[in-house]
């Protein structure tokens, strides 16, 4: 079997047989993976009126404690959103009434944010679609396929850096 990729690599055998282009093999189908990934979690997200972004913000205020509530810094450590990214989505999930923003009690300075009980409903309703698109974007793989997959995944991704906050 042989997808878009070893098409690539097939053309750069024969134009640049001097080139060991074995590493755009891995490099291409991440990037491919990503595109597929990204556009099936986009369009189940959409169903919700809600962007990747809003979801990864909603989600890590319901999986970090009791409280659902973290301050700004604590959110953006705890989330895959940029820092830039989370003054401007923070605003969109207060004016749709999903967070608050209130002033910290131990820190006159600081600010929470926590999610209202409308926002825990929404999370509470995506958060399954979300899983499920997931699995179907999976489907493929075995039980051990993805077990070894994440295996290997977490050792690029340490390689290069990543590591748990």
Not at 17 to 36: C, E, F, H, K, W
Not at 84 to 109: F, H, N
């Amino acid at each position: 079997m042989a997808d878009h990729v070893d098409l690539v690599l097939e053309q750069w055998g024969e134009q640049r047989p001097d080139l060991d282009a074995s590493p755009m093999g891995v490099v291409g189908r991440v990037g491919r993976l990503n595109q597929l990934f990204d556009g099936e979690l986009r369009r189940n997200f959409a169903r919700h009126d809600l962007d990747r972004a809003s979801f990864d913000v909603l989600a890590t205020l319901r999986r970090s404690n009791a409280e659902h509530s973290l301050t700004p810094a604590g959110l953006m450590r705890s989330s895959m959103v940029t820092s830039g990214a989370i003054s401007q989505r923070l605003d969109r999930l207060e004016a749709r009434g999903l967070v608050t923003r209130t002033p910290s009690e131990t820190d006159g300075r600081g600010i929470r944010v926590t999610l209202t009980e409308q926002g825990l409903r929404l999370i509470d309703t995506v958060l399954p679609a979300h899983i499920e698109t997931e699995n179907q974007l999976l489907a493929g793989l075995s039980a051990a396929e993805r077990e070894q997959f994440v295996d290997l995944l977490r050792t690029l991704l340490e390689s290069l850096g990543d590591k748990r906050d």
